[in-house]
């Protein structure tokens, strides 16, 4: 096996990977509702309209293409997706959504990923009764649902748009360090790490110099996948009206609200609702893709 | 052969048998013509991707997937197999065509008891009723050799070990009563002393019930102690068929030839042990022409571009080689449409 | 057998002790929870009562020896917001929970087995595309989105079920549809993945060569075969349930646990939370010991070996 020998350079990495994903189109079309999503987040803020402005005159305008649809406004815009309970463009309000969701949950994955990998590393490396320790919590948590878990969080540390990044984060950490202490098992038995014991490499540079890199790809698969589950946690937990306070919108607030008024105004309802699922969905397709591409037993082909 | 009045349990014409993969349509089995008589054993014989197996399941009509039988006829009794409905074929499996299979592990459901897997084909077969039917897996479990059969019955797979799974194995074959057997390797998976143990039992259960038998394996001393008759198979066609110990004497293949060499024997010094050279080709890289002439040594021009027909020897013996000759292979022609004229 | 069950309990209780513990430090290392608890305007000897009431006025150890041996004897305290015991008010809302996620699981269950299964034996076919693509349109839909749909729908455009509350059959319909349909998209998805490879074990061929009809092949072999992976799949769906049902009930305003759960998050009350979650998750490991019973039903391998 190629463990040891290759290191290849990113660039023909790179170009190997977009072959690839030339050849499955469905995955394709996932970056691309993804790189959409992105270009949306970073981009949220040039959309004239106000999220935030309340306009109790133009309360519960269905979606419409007309210019002067959105009254108050100071573009002539029309109101592409209709208007709240208080008047607010819905279109201005998800763009921005989808820049906290983006954010919070980019967030979120990062402080997991940072807290599972280093856990892991350090369960699979050590050993012993720390090993053991570190596991045992692992498993407990990862036997209660992940929402039950963030909202006890919650409970603890209160809402609001940072402490959401860092409950998710905090709760979210564990299927990293159990992918990573495997990985970790697996990768010691290697010669090429006995090797680097024999020529007086210390513990600390065999840890992150020649285990880590080994584990990136899983690493990178499971943040992918699990991007898509604090996606859900996120607006979830703003849907309870413990995630991210108003009246900064979130996917999940809008639809929280939308429960009041949905009987007379169904776009407040399946917009943003749309927007979670296609980005859930396109995130999930990659993520799938991503495994197939860094698991070599799955597809046979690398 | 064909020309005796009655007709034999089966006889295979021009069978071909085909697979459909990414690259394009290939032939498993290529033109594979035998004959096999009430009460007579056909060893199959080659190494793994000859289209032995494939051979055998086209019979059945289960192959998988992307397999199917393009063209020729499987005639059980005269009745062509392709011709019938999947309906009728379930009542030709297992009770007319019983097959062993290679795995003795794989080849049973892990969550049934072995009396159970026994019982539920000669229940659909021969109509007995529940009770009836675990009397008689414990009959056939006790034919078999199993020690106290009443207690295997109700036993899992897991729970047997690999020689008492093949003879196991055989019991739930043999259980409808078939007219024919079909032995897919069945002693390959198995320790060499459990191997001769098995192979004497099909001997013995072969000669009390007169039942015949397809033979399949890619060990030529395997085939020597059970066969009357041989067929060497090798990418998908059939390269020679005699008697055993024609075969033995007299292989006039090449392939039959160096099948032999490469045998470990008593008789001979380890020098003279050859390995064919080269390997055999994929099924998706198979050579126009005779399958076997880039490894075979005597391999000529004509051999590359295009296949030889069917050379009969004379007590049954024929061959499929261009070193037979032109004579021979005219007679053949001439044979074989006749063969094909007459049904 | 029993042993098997005994280190099974075992492990349950750890993972029990372990789960109270995580949530008990967390709220307890995450500033004063007294100061959050009492009202704002509470004056500074309000603030002790109620600090020495739940004895935050001791060091953490203390604290975190004294929570055990509570916990021990399932004494949770009383409700901050209720007054009322947070073991009673968990308890009376079980059944409801309970009531919700075992529909759900059954309307999945008996859907999404079946599903699964014509996917596979269908395989590349229309019937097969379709089910691919809906449970993975299922798993990317936010339960409570399902939820708000289905409500829109049935209880708004036509009007022929109760869009919220408890109480008749007709009440249970459109939650336990809302976590079902997730769960469906899930359970199809392995019974495929399951069934596909069942299919291409060599038993299968040989079950076949015996002559027997295809029912036979499919229900009595490949099926029996095929649900050792899916009772797997349900033990982790069971957390799905749960973690649905928190929504799900908060959407239709089922009484259950989990309603209950995400108000006393919202007003932060503590041994509310502390009780809610420790019978989620007594629940969910009670479970899957129940499901390890089936894998015995279903696999003699695990029955006779252990």
Not at chain 1, 53 to 64: A, G
Not at chain 2, 130 to 150: F, N
Not at chain 3, 33 to 55: H, K
Request: charged fraction near 15%; hydrophobic fraction near 50%; proline fraction near 6%.
């Amino acid at each position: 096996m190629a463990l040891i020998d290759t290191k290849p350079t990113a660039a023909p990495k790179r170009r190997r990977y977009f072959a690839t994903l030339l050849r499955h189109p469905l995955a394709l079309a996932a970056h691309a509702v993804l790189a959409l999503a992105v270009a949306t987040a970073v981009l949220a803020s040039v959309y004239p309209a106000d999220p935030l402005k309340q306009n109790l005159m133009s309360s519960l305008m269905p979606p419409s293409l007309k210019v002067d649809s959105l009254p108050g406004s100071q573009a002539a815009l029309p109101a592409f997706m209709g208007t709240d309970a208080l008047g607010r463009d819905l279109m201005a309000r998800i763009l921005l959504a989808i820049r906290i969701s983006l954010a919070v949950s980019s967030l979120a994955v990062f402080i997991a990923t940072a807290v599972g990998v280093f856990l892991g590393l350090v369960a699979g490396y050590v050993g012993g009764v720390l090993d053991s320790v570190i596991m045992r919590i692992v498993d407990a948590l990862l036997s209660l649902p992940f929402v039950v878990l963030a909202i006890a969080v919650v409970a603890a540390i209160g809402p609001g748009l940072v402490n959401v990044a860092l409950v998710l984060g905090l709760t979210g950490w564990v299927t990293f360090a159990k992918l990573v202490r495997g990985e970790v098992l697996r990768i010691k038995q290697y010669s090429f790490i006995e090797a680097a014991h024999a020529t007086g490499c210390s513990g600390k540079r065999i840890l992150f110099r020649h285990i880590l890199p080994q584990t990136v790809g899983i690493i990178l698969v499971n943040a992918t996948l699990t991007m898509g589950q604090m996606i859900i946690s996120e607006a979830t937990l703003s849907f309870l009206g413990l995630g991210v306070p108003p009246p900064t919108p979130s996917l999940g607030g809008i639809l929280s609200d939308a429960q009041q008024t949905f009987f007379a105004a169904w776009w407040i309802v399946v917009f943003p609702g749309l927007v979670l699922m296609a980005i859930i969905l396109a995130i999930n397709i990659a993520g799938d893709f991503l495994r197939d591409y860094f698991d070599p037993a799955e597809e046979g082909a690398l | 052969m064909s020309d005796a009045a009655k007709k034999p349990l089966l006889e295979v014409r021009n069978l071909r048998t085909v697979i459909d993969t990414a690259h394009g349509t290939f032939p498993a089995v290529d033109e594979v013509s035998f004959v096999l008589e009430r009460g007579a054993v056909l060893g199959v014989v080659g190494e793994s991707g000859s289209g032995k197996s494939m051979l055998a399941l086209s019979l059945l009509r289960l192959l998988p997937g992307k397999g199917r039988i393009e063209s020729g006829e499987a005639l059980l009794d005269g009745r062509n197999l392709r011709a019938l409905s999947e309906r009728e074929m379930r009542g030709v499996r297992g009770r007319r065509i019983g097959m062993i299979f290679q795995e003795p592990l794989t080849s049973f459901d892990p969550l049934y008891t072995i009396g159970d897997q026994i019982a539920e084909s000669v229940r659909k077969h021969l109509g007995l009723k529940p009770r009836q039917a675990r009397e008689k897996a414990v009959e056939l479990l006790s034919t078999v050799g199993i020690p106290r059969p009443d207690l295997a019955c109700d036993e899992y797979p897991f729970q047997f070990s690999g020689g008492m799974r093949q003879r196991a194995m055989i019991a739930m074959a043999l259980a409808p009563d078939p007219e024919l057997l079909i032995a897919d390797e069945p002693t390959t998976a198995l320790d060499v002393t459990i191997q001769a143990q098995i192979l004497e039992l099909l001997a013995k259960l072969q000669r009390e019930r007169g039942i015949a038998v397809l033979f399949i394996s890619h060990n030529l001393g395997v085939i020597a102690e059970i066969a009357d008759e041989v067929m060497v198979m090798y990418g998908g066609q059939v390269m020679e068929r005699s008697e055993v110990v024609r075969l033995f004497d007299a292989p006039a293949h090449p392939y039959t030839q160096s099948l032999l060499e490469a045998r470990p024997a008593l008789d001979r010094a380890p020098s003279r042990l050859r390995a064919i050279p080269g390997q055999v080709p994929s099924l998706e890289s198979r050579p126009a022409g005779c399958p076997f002439h880039p490894r075979c040594g005597r391999a000529m021009d004509i051999c590359s571009r295009a296949r030889p027909s069917r050379s009969f020897l004379g007590s049954g013996q024929e061959v499929a080689c261009w070193l037979q000759g032109a004579g021979n292979a005219f007679q053949t022609h001439a044979r074989a449409s006749g063969a094909g004229g007459e049904s | 057998m029993l042993r098997f069950f005994l280190r099974r309990a075992m492990e349950s209780l750890i993972t029990i002790i372990v789960i109270v513990s995580v949530v008990f430090l967390v709220l307890n290392l995450s500033g004063d929870p007294i100061r959050m608890m009492a009202s704002p305007t509470a004056s500074a000897e309000e603030v002790a009562e109620l600090r020495a009431a739940f004895g935050f006025d001791k060091p953490l150890v203390l604290r975190y020896g004294d929570f055990l041996a509570q916990i021990s004897r399932l004494r949770f305290g009383d409700s901050i917001s209720t007054r009322q015991p947070a073991l009673r008010m968990v308890l009376q809302r079980l059944p409801a929970t309970l009531l919700l996620a075992f529909t759900a699981l059954a309307i999945a269950t008996i859907l999404g087995i079946p599903l699964g299964m014509l996917a596979a034996v269908r395989r590349g076919k229309a019937a097969d595309t379709a089910a691919v693509l809906v449970s993975m349109m299922g798993q990317a839909m936010p339960v409570f989105w399902i939820a708000l749909l289905l409500i829109f729908v049935f209880g708004v455009m036509i009007p022929i079920l109760p869009p919220s509350g408890y109480g008749t059959f007709a009440h249970l319909v459109l939650p336990s549809i809302s976590i079902a349909i997730f769960l469906l998209a899930g359970i199809v998805r392995v019974t495929r993945a399951s069934m596909l490879e069942v299919l291409q074990q060599p038993f299968v061929t040989v079950v076949r060569s015996k002559g027997l009809e295809e029912r036979i092949v499919l229900f009595k072999h490949a099926l029996r075969n095929a649900s050792i992976p899916v009772l797997t799949q349900l033990t982790l769906q069971m957390r799905f349930v749960i973690g649905g049902s928190v929504v799900v009930e908060s959407v239709f305003g089922w009484p259950g646990v989990g309603q209950l759960l995400a108000q006393a998050a919202y007003g932060r009350d503590y041994p509310v939370v502390i009780a809610a979650t420790f019978f989620i998750a007594l629940f969910i490991l009670a479970f899957s010991m129940m499901l390890d019973l089936a894998y015995g039903l279903v696999d003699p391998r695990v029955r006779i070996w252990h």
